[in-house]
């Protein structure tokens, strides 16, 4: 778990965040991505939004970084509840634990609720083209027992946005994780 962590904070302090103000980490469990964001970037102001009975860890995280002020957290479902207003939408190794149907609606609430001009940033895998084994190949299929996810290659991260309309930006290598900048279309 730490190294994930690490793995999604090292992609989202790549990002140049001099154009947003608002960034809210959806499925962000204990804020501790966005507090890190938040600590590198004063100008942002931030919001957690995860369930209820995981968001209350947030609070500690957040003090501890020093942004509690500047970060609000907000409890929901993120595939059936309004998403907090932000310019920007982090989901950070989410997607990955859902199949395509599943990822669709959490991305559906998303175009719901960004606003034109936003960003959304998903911090997840992007498998390799060919044959050779890999570790992102292994790990779909360990997605796919355990939990019913999936790793996704590029054209299947460009088909399950473009289908809940958003057009991929740029994919950036960050470390052992990718940055996906999606923008809606």
Not at 74 to 98: C, E, M, N, R, T
């Amino acid at each position: 778990m730490a190294a994930g962590t690490r793995a999604r904070v090292e992609a989202l302090l790549g990002f140049d965040w001099t154009a947003h103000k608002c960034v809210a980490d959806i499925g962000g469990g204990s804020g501790t991505a966005i507090a890190a964001v938040l600590s590198a970037n004063p100008h942002l102001h931030g919001m957690v939004f995860d369930l209820p009975s995981v968001v209350e860890e947030a609070h500690q995280t957040l003090h501890g970084a020093g942004v509690a002020e500047r970060c609000e957290v907000v409890g929901g479902d993120f595939f059936s509840d309004p998403l907090p207003p932000a310019d920007a939408y982090v989901l950070a190794q989410i997607l990955h634990d859902w199949d395509d149907d599943r990822a669709g609606a959490i991305l559906r609430n998303c175009r719901g609720s960004i606003a034109d001009g936003g960003r959304l940033l998903v911090v997840d895998g992007v498998v390799p083209p060919g044959s050779e084994p890999g570790f992102l190949k292994h790990m779909d299929l360990h997605m796919l027992v355990l939990i019913g996810g999936k790793e996704r290659t590029e054209r299947e991260w460009r088909d399950l946005l473009a289908a809940q309309a958003f057009e991929i930006a740029r994919i950036t290598t960050a470390g052992p994780a990718n940055l996906i900048e999606a923008r809606p279309v």
